[in-house]
């Protein structure tokens, strides 16, 4: 992940930056991987990978998770660094996903019971594409009640009509004693697979703000400004600078209104950079359908009793903390 996350400060991804620390984490993974089928109770029990239906599950919940976690952290940087609120109103309109999920987490959980998870999960990958693709629209001055927010409802429903049916998929198929280990694997799937498009993201992001002209120059026009102490000097400096010279020169001496303009085009221009990121997303969340088709589509039998587990004992409610 830090490999990764240097890409764009490195400019490249054939730096010792990006290679060394890439190149150790992988080798560390991989280690980690072969010592954990020694134990026999190991931290992660990638034994119960042999179980086919959790290991479509699994598969399904990390290409999720890196799809849509690392998709959705850049929607309150939009908010923040595009329309300039704070982190609270950012957050409070966050709630609009969260408000969608919460519509279809507990309808989503009856159905699995009833229905095969195959038959549920595309329904809602479907919303998540559908709305990454609408993302792709946003400018600096899209609405927020009229577009943005509808949008991320919607995401929101098709989140919690995806979450909840895989990980009832994947524990359905498994032994009351592999339960806890199966709750336990599929958690760090889910938390490494939103870590990785975390990174991706961010770089897709930082990268396309970067190639953004008017960005680069209004950031190097600010830094020599700083350094200027006679005003008889700006114009020489402004004129290394042509995009942003362009965009104040409207405005004439009223630097006031040049300088405003200059931070709305700066807004623009970034809200590009966010709208070209939400394709990637949109692509990483349209190759989750492939292993979603391997989901189960036929009813599935519970396997929580195969072991012996008495089934009054199994009801017997748990405290969760």
Same mark, same amino acid.
């Given at each position: 992940?830090?490999?990764?996350?240097?890409?764009?400060?490195?400019?490249?991804?054939?730096?010792?930056?990006?290679?060394?620390?890439?190149?150790?984490?992988?080798?560390?993974?991989?280690?980690?991987?072969?010592?954990?089928?020694?134990?026999?109770?190991?931290?992660?029990?990638?034994?119960?990978?042999?179980?086919?239906?959790?290991?479509?599950?699994?598969?399904?919940?990390?290409?999720?998770?890196?799809?849509?976690?690392?998709?959705?952290?850049?929607?309150?940087?939009?908010?923040?660094?595009?329309?300039?609120?704070?982190?609270?109103?950012?957050?409070?309109?966050?709630?609009?996903?969260?408000?969608?999920?919460?519509?279809?987490?507990?309808?989503?959980?009856?159905?699995?019971?009833?229905?095969?998870?195959?038959?549920?999960?595309?329904?809602?990958?479907?919303?998540?594409?559908?709305?990454?693709?609408?993302?792709?629209?946003?400018?600096?001055?899209?609405?927020?009640?009229?577009?943005?927010?509808?949008?991320?409802?919607?995401?929101?429903?098709?989140?919690?009509?995806?979450?909840?049916?895989?990980?009832?998929?994947?524990?359905?198929?498994?032994?009351?004693?592999?339960?806890?280990?199966?709750?336990?694997?599929?958690?760090?799937?889910?938390?490494?697979?939103?870590?990785?498009?975390?990174?991706?993201?961010?770089?897709? *992001?930082?990268?396309? #703000?970067?190639?953004?002209?008017?960005?680069?120059? @209004?950031?190097? /026009?600010?830094? !020599? &400004?700083?350094? %200027?102490?006679?005003?008889?000097?700006?114009?020489?400096?402004?004129?290394?600078?042509?995009?942003?010279?362009?965009?104040?020169?409207?405005?004439?001496?009223?630097?006031?209104?040049?300088?405003?303009? *200059?931070?709305?085009? #700066?807004?623009?221009?970034?809200?590009?950079?966010? @709208?070209?990121? /939400?394709?990637? !997303? &949109?692509?990483? %969340?349209?190759?989750?359908?492939?292993?979603?088709?391997?989901?189960?589509?036929?009813?599935?039998?519970?396997?929580?009793?195969?072991?012996?587990?008495?089934?009054?004992?199994?009801?017997?409610?748990?405290?969760?903390?």
């Amino acid at each position: 992940l830090y490999g990764i996350s240097s890409i764009p400060g490195e400019g490249t991804f054939f730096s010792s930056k990006v290679i060394i620390p890439g190149t150790i984490g992988l080798l560390l993974v991989i280690g980690f991987i072969f010592y954990s089928f020694k134990p026999a109770h190991p931290l992660l029990d990638l034994r119960l990978f042999k179980n086919r239906n959790l290991t479509v599950a699994a598969l399904t919940m990390f290409l999720f998770a890196l799809a849509f976690f690392g998709g959705l952290l850049i929607v309150p940087t939009y908010f923040q660094e595009v329309r300039g609120e704070s982190t609270t109103d950012a957050g409070l309109l966050m709630a609009a996903q969260g408000l969608g999920a919460m519509v279809t987490m507990p309808i989503a959980g009856a159905l699995a019971d009833k229905f095969p998870v195959g038959r549920i999960v595309p329904f809602g990958l479907v919303g998540i594409v559908t709305g990454m693709f609408l993302l792709t629209q946003i400018d600096a001055h899209t609405s927020y009640w009229g577009y943005i927010l509808p949008v991320l409802f919607l995401m929101g429903l098709g989140m919690g009509a995806t979450m909840m049916p895989i990980m009832t998929s994947a524990l359905k198929s498994l032994k009351a004693h592999d339960v806890a280990r199966g709750s336990t694997l599929l958690n760090i799937t889910q938390q490494i697979g939103s870590s990785m498009g975390v990174a991706i993201i961010s770089v897709v *992001l930082t990268t396309g #703000i970067k190639n953004q002209s008017l960005i680069s120059q @209004a950031q190097e /026009f600010g830094d !020599a &400004a700083k350094k %200027v102490t006679n005003p008889a000097e700006m114009p020489a400096i402004l004129a290394k600078f042509p995009e942003v010279a362009q965009v104040i020169a409207k405005f004439g001496a009223d630097q006031a209104a040049g300088q405003a303009a *200059l931070v709305q085009a #700066i807004r623009e221009a970034m809200a590009t950079a966010f @709208a070209n990121t /939400f394709w990637v !997303a &949109a692509f990483l %969340v349209l190759l989750t359908l492939i292993p979603a088709a391997f989901l189960p589509r036929k009813t599935e039998e519970s396997h929580f009793l195969d072991d012996g587990v008495d089934e009054d004992e199994a009801q017997v409610p748990v405290m969760m903390h």
